[in-house]
Structures are given as structure tokens and as C-alpha cells.
Nanobody
Framework: QVQLAESGGGSVQTGESLKLSCAAS????????MGWFRQAPGKEREFVAT????????AYADSIKGRFTISRDNAKNTVYLQMNSLKPEDTAVYYC??????????????WGQGTQVTVSS
């Protein structure tokens, strides 16, 4: 079974940056994708970004396009989310997930436990 572990969350001020990491272990399928989702208090989980393991194709939510960058290091089985110019509305628990290359959460099979990102004004 695939296990995912996020790290890198924290509390920052508006305009600052954070870099999240998601380390995968177990029988990860290199033909699938890794994605980032987030869930703010009282809101549904929403898509943030996704990247394929092999082709390096990426997709982003409009709300973070131009500020966040997803990348991966296949040798380390790790996916990253570089978050720049953070805003208070980016405050959420961020989850990584392993599954199909998709913006839909139900297309992802394995999920990490999440890491909290808090942005204060």
C-alpha cells in the first residue's frame, strides 16, 4: 500500500513563501500522478495542483496559478509544492494524493494526513 507523508507546513505572513513536500513510499505506480488538494475550515476539499510521474505534465487551480509550482523528484519519490505570495485565503490543510492525473479528488486513491498552512495578514 502506498503511504504518503506531507511536511513543510507552517504559519507565515501575507506575501511570504512555503515549500511543501510529499514523500511516497510503497508500491507507487510511476504511470499515475501526484496531486495536492487543500481544505479550509468549513469548506470542501479543493484541487490545487497535479503532476504526472513520467511526463511531467502539470495542472493548476486558477486561484493559485502563477503563485504555486508543483514539481517532483522521481529518484526520491517526492513531490513538492512551492507556494509564493501567500494570501490569507490560502490558509488550509494541504493534502497530497496518489492516483490518476485529474483535478477530481475521487480519482486519487491514496492520501496523506495533511499539513497545516496558516497565512496571517
Amino acid at each position: 500500500q502506498v503511504q504518503l507523508a506531507e511536511s513543510g507546513g507552517g504559519s507565515v505572513q501575507t506575501g511570504e513563501s512555503l515549500k511543501l513536500s510529499c514523500a511516497a513510499s510503497g508500491p507507487t505506480s510511476k504511470s499515475y500522478a501526484m496531486g495536492w488538494f487543500r481544505q479550509a475550515p468549513g469548506k470542501e476539499r479543493e484541487f490545487v495542483a497535479t503532476i504526472t510521474w513520467s511526463g511531467g505534465n502539470t495542472a493548476y487551480a486558477d486561484s493559485i496559478k502563477g503563485r504555486f509550482t508543483i514539481s517532483r523528484d522521481n529518484a526520491k519519490n517526492t513531490v513538492y509544492l512551492q507556494m509564493n505570495s501567500l494570501k490569507p485565503e490560502d490558509t488550509a490543510v494541504y493534502y497530497c494524493a496518489d492516483g490518476r492525473y485529474s483535478v477530481i479528488s475521487s480519482d486519487y486513491v491514496y492520501w496523506g494526513q495533511g499539513t497545516q498552512v496558516t497565512v496571517s495578514s
